[in-house]
Every structure is written in structure tokens, then in C-alpha cells.
């Protein structure tokens, strides 16, 4: 009897996975892994030239949106049934082999295979191999610590209402803001808001090809940056004392 | 000329570490390390093993504390004195070769290595490489995704004062106490008033040898664990959607 094994994938620089991802990835028989249709998948590019020439590939395309809002019931029950439908076609091939499922950043930290993982439970073994989160890759990109001594670090989707992005921009020390894209300019003026515009920075593509670091008053708010992130980085509340 | 690399552990199982990481440390000619003085050290102990046989290594002993609180000036004196004495040796050895310092979890979330980092601007190259943060092994330990969907997560240290911890547990959806041990107590207290104690996991030594996962509830309150952190996991504000 197989196991499925969720291998995070990391930040996006093949590099920066861990020995145990690299190693189940190297030697799946069988890889699976999301993406939109007619894309090739940032999950899959990260692992190019690791798999085993062997492997055979499950590309998992999400529904197709085109006809229907993100958050409209049909679209809700369309993304069910895809969950649904894959959970089912890999707890088959896990009956008889480790089946390796990719996903960026950590597994668990706003991850997809969660969808997944709550259908698989009780009926194949499971296996999560953490990651290195997206954020953590974007924060090092800027070479300066993210947090030190007591700081307060608020992780927040940029599709939250603007006033409560005010409310925890304004709490915490330091600060990262995710799904950003389209909803960039409602970060920004959260941001002014907060006071704490002249010290954000836009991460996109961090530790990938590609990758831009610019101060967020910088950059043209018709832009809708990519695989991008913005960070405040905190001050210290204090010192920092050794433990 | 050298350079210092940091090179960020992860969370304490040595396959958790990353591919770059592994690399720097097993090729490495120096290898410089943060412990307590009379301690193996958390850092050394995890790359038991892989160090290349020739490597000279570099204890960086913290200085003692018996005699003076964590906080009053003598000894932020003296971890200043600490820090700038570590600089100048890491600068010296990297005039000629490498020296890699190793740094538990990720070295810019609340790492020490910073204090040496700002100390080498300008005098050496550095490169820091990432790690997995603790946290981010202490949720997997729980096999729960920790956030989805919009969740919004705060990352406490258990030294803050007992109203700006409940402030900030009411008002977040996924939440991270690190720097417990002997300030669990307060940590309880807090959760207890913002409503979320019965939702609170500690989880000692994650991905480590004895590793422990308990209901906070269920944890002795004489209890001062160690290389501890306390979880609360989000439950998605609205399901999450494909982007």
C-alpha cells in the first residue's frame, strides 16, 4: 500500500527545497500537481529536470472560471467536485504506490492540497513534507530581518475589507500582505491609512527568475504584480536579550 | 576573498534543511555556531554528522547572564561587546575562505544572526540563506494547515504585556506564541480571556527527537517546556478560491 506525500515545494528557487522534498520528488512514480488550464504550473516548473524520467504526470486543472465569479455558489460546488474527483484518483493510485502531490511554498500555510488532505483522511496514509513559505522567501530576497526582539508579525490577504486591513496594519509591527494582484490599490491606501505606506515594500516573484524588490510608493499603481507579496519589516520592540 | 554565509537550519530535523544549505555546510572550512556556554547547542547538534571532516569550528558562547538580568544595561553592554567581538573574528576568517554560521529555524525571523549581520555591512559579503521557520515545523507537527482561505495570522512572543496579548488573540483568525517557557502562565491567561484557549496547542521540540503535541489545556501549568511554541489554527473566513 502506497501514501500520498505532499512535497512543499518552497518559495520557488529549486534550491531552496528540503532534502526530504527533492528526494520523494526524485523518485515518484507518479507526480500530481495543480494549475490552471492551458498553463504549464508554477509548481511543475520549480521541479523541472528533478523528476524521474519515469514518472508519470497528473496535471490537476482547476475548473475554468470564465463564465462564472470566483465566489458564486456554481463556481464553489464546480471547485468541490474537482476536489472531490482528484482526492478520489489518488487514494486508487496510492493503493499501490507513493503517489507525490507538489505544492508551493508550505503545504499548510494557505496551501490547496488542504482540499485534499481533509478527503484523504482515513482512507490512504498521508504524508506532508513542510516547506520554506512564500513569505519567507520573499522577506529574504529583501536582506533584512523580517522581525526581532518582541515585534508582532500580522499576515494578511489583500482581499480583506480595507478597515480591517487599517486595524491590523496599524497593531503590528511588522507586515505581510498576500493576494495582493488586483487588489493592490485597496492594500496601498490601507497602508497610507495605517501610516505605514513609506515603509512597505513589493516583493514579486521572490527567489524566481525574474524577481523585482521595489519600495511600494514606487510602483505604478495601474501595475498588478505576480506572484507578489507586500512586507513591512519590523523595528525591535527592544532589544533582542539571548534566552 | 570569502564570504559569511548563514545558512538557515529549519527547524531541527536535518531533512528539513535545504538543498543549498546542506551543500554550504558540508563543504564548508569554518563553521561558527551561537550556544550557551557548557551547552552543545541546538544549531551544532542539528548538522551532527554533516560536517565536512576537516572543518575547524567556532562556538560563539553567549556571555554569561548569572549575575545580571536579561535586561539591564551590564548585560545589554555585554552582548554588544559579544556581538561586535564575533563580527571582527567572522570578518578576518572571511578575507581569505568561507565561514558559514549556522542559524536555527530562518536566520531573518527573529534570529540572532542579525545582530552580526548589521555588524558585517560594508566590511564582508554575506549571503543568508533561508530556512524553514520553527513555526512553520511546529504546525506541521499538528498535520492541521494552520491558516486558508482569508485567515489572518498574528506570531506573538509570550513576553508581551498580558493586554496587548489579548488585544492582538482576539482580533486575529490563526495565531503563533513563541518565547513561552516560563512566561506560559501569562500566554494562558491571555488566551483564556480572548476565547481561544480551548482551541490552543503547544508543541514542544517540533520535528525534533521527543517531540510533544498537546491541548494547552492538558499541559501541567508547572510545566516550562522547552523550544515550545503555542498554536491556535484558523478555520478559513469564506472558502477559498482559486486565483
Known amino acids: 500500500m502506497g501514501r500520498v506525500i505532499c512535497a512543499g515545494l518552497g518559495p520557488g528557487d529549486p ?30 516548473r520549480i521541479v523541472e ?24 455558489p456554481g463556481y464553489i460546488d464546480a471547485l468541490a467536485h474537482f476536489y472531490d474527483n482528484w482526492a478520489n484518483r489518488l487514494a486508487t493510485l496510492a493503493a ?9 511554498g508550505d503545504p499548510f500555510f494557505y496551501g490547496s492540497f488542504m482540499h485534499l488532505h481533509s478527503r484523504l483522511q482515513g482512507r490512504v ?41 487599517v486595524r491590523h496594519m496599524s497593531d503590528a509591527d511588522a507586515l505581510v500582505v498576500m493576494k495582493t494582484g488586483r487588489n493592490l490599490p485597496r492594500v496601498r491606501r490601507a497602508l497610507e491609512r495605517a501610516g505605514r505606506l513609506h515603509d512597505a515594500w513589493l516583493v514579486e516573484r521572490g527567489t524566481m527568475p525574474g ?18 507579496i507586500v512586507l513591512v519589516h519590523g523595528h525591535g520592540r527592544r532589544p533582542e536579550i539571548a534566552e
Open 49 to 72: 529536470g528533478m523528476l524521474n524520467p519515469g514518472a508519470i504526470e497528473y496535471p490537476m486543472e482547476y475548473p475554468v472560471t470564465t463564465e462564472l465569479p470566483f465566489d458564486s
Open 15 to 44: 534550491d531552496l527545497m528540503t532534502l526530504k522534498a527533492a528526494r520523494a520528488i526524485g523518485t515518484a512514480k507518479h507526480v500530481a500537481y495543480f494549475r490552471k488550464e492551458g498553463r504549464a504550473g508554477q509548481a511543475r
Open 125 to 165: 496514509p498521508v504524508e506532508v513534507i513542510p516547506g520554506i513559505t512564500g513569505m519567507t522567501g520573499c522577506w529574504n530576497a529583501t536582506d533584512t530581518p523580517i522581525t526581532w526582539g518582541d515585534d508582532v508579525l500580522t499576515v494578511l490577504m489583500g482581499t480583506l475589507p480595507e478597515d480591517d486591513l
Open 211 to 228: 524577481q523585482r524588490i521595489a519600495r511600494l510608493t514606487e510602483v505604478d499603481p495601474q501595475d498588478v504584480p505576480y506572484f507578489a
Open 96 to 104: 499501490t504506490d507513493d503517489v507525490v502531490v507538489l505544492c508551493e
